[in-house]
């Protein structure tokens, strides 16, 4: 028998430094919605729990329509016009029906009716602020809801008991603080008490603690030398996340006493965020940017993670669906959709983006 010569193993030669450091590309978005023919100033995720299939993302734009999007066909479903031509600047489902608030810089706070196909108006509150203070709501499975408008006073708060529009209070910062006009609201309860509470960020950059049934300030931080321009809070970590116009992030955090307290601050690369949202698994938040960019960030250690460049101007709002969905709405007229970290997954893949001018993978998200 032949013997077959004996071949030596062939080395593959390791690639030069300068090619290992090769920049990666970011990640794309997994679709874009086109369509609103005006900036998107607004964006609220309705449906999509488990075993519902996708949710609806609804959308409000400059010129005072709101869309509702199918993420499976990717085109608008339906077009609601109930601002007279004026921006929708926010947008809320109620958890006991297919219930819809639109908010305008018409000064009106729309109610819809979404059930069968109906978009139709069915209440409406007449806001008395031309400020660019968005609402909150405060909504359970019962019939009544809370909701915090801007009231008639340039730094004041107003809360509503709905569907009857009563007032239950003003809320009017004490006479030796000056925080100027309320830019963002958040309504919650913490799970020791029934009572409701009210997270109030202002135009001198601070973050104040309401309570309502007492209609006083709890407690009040200096966060931001400019106005907070939005804000977002972790209730179960009783911990929250705050943007600006300057270059920094500020996390706070409420403590058993209901004293808030700055915990760091994130330096950016670029100032202005105009919108901030925790996930709702509480795994990571996103910001939108005046540079036009969405920068992800691992919430528990404030680690950037991505940096998403696909917009071409400023980014005016992000939201998170429950299935981890993203959207990110731009004075582009564009709504890109990105799939980063599913809930479902170990989160052990890496995420290829920018952080901060710096190539990263970005991994697990514990």
């Known amino acids: ?54 949710p609806l993302l609804l959308s409000g734009s400059l010129s005072g329509l709101v869309h509702i999007w199918s993420l499976q066909t990717r085109r608008a479903v339906a077009t609601l016009d109930g601002h007279g031509g004026q921006c929708v600047t926010w947008l809320r489902t109620l958890p006991q029906g297919h219930q819809l608030l639109s908010q305008g810089r018409d000064l009106k706070l729309r109610l819809w009716d979404l059930a069968e196909g109906r978009n139709a108006v069915v209440d409406s509150v007449a806001l008395e602020s031309m400020g660019f ?8 499975a019962q019939e009544r809801w809370m909701l915090a408008v801007p009231g008639r006073g340039s730094d004041e708060v107003q809360i509503l008991e709905m569907p009857s529009k009563t007032s239950v209070c003003t ?18 309860q913490a799970d020791s008490s029934p009572r409701p509470l009210l997270l109030a960020g202002y135009e001198d950059g601070s973050v104040a ?9 709890c407690s009040r931080v200096a966060c931001h030398t400019e106005p907070v321009m939005g804000f977002d809070f972790d ?23 209901q004293a808030l307290q700055v915990c760091r601050t994130h330096e950016l690369t670029n100032p202005g965020i105009a919108d901030v949202k925790i996930r709702p698994d509480r795994k990571i938040l996103a910001t939108a940017g005046w540079d036009h960019r969405v920068r992800v960030f691992h919430w528990r250690t404030m680690k950037p993670l991505a940096v998403l460049s696909f917009h071409s101007a400023t980014v005016h709002c992000v939201a998170f669906a429950a299935d981890g969905l993203l959207a990110a709405g731009s004075g582009d007229q564009r709504i890109s ?18 952080a901060e001018g710096r190539e990263v993978g970005a991994h697990a998200v514990a």
């Open 209 to 217: 603690l309401w309570d309502v049934s007492e209609r006083k300030v």
């Open 337 to 354: 959709v990105w799939s980063l970290y599913p809930t479902h997954s170990d989160m052990s893949a890496p995420l290829l983006g920018h």
């Open 133 to 140: 203070c968005r609402s909150s709501v405060l909504a359970g």
């Open 235 to 257: 209730s179960q970590k009783a911990r929250g996340v705050s943007g600006s116009a300057e270059k920094a992030l500020a996390v706070w955090s409420l403590d058993e006493q």
């Open 171 to 188: 809320l009017k910062p004490e006479a030796d603080a000056k925080p100027g006009m309320p830019m963002c609201l958040e309504l919650w």
């Open 1 to 54: 028998m032949e013997r077959l010569p004996m071949v030596s193993p062939v080395r593959v030669p390791a690639p030069p430094a300068s090619m290992a450091a090769n920049p990666l590309p970011p990640p794309d978005p997994q679709f874009v919605l086109r369509g609103t023919q005006s900036a998107v100033h607004a964006l609220h995720f309705f449906g999509g729990a488990q075993g519902q299939g996708r």
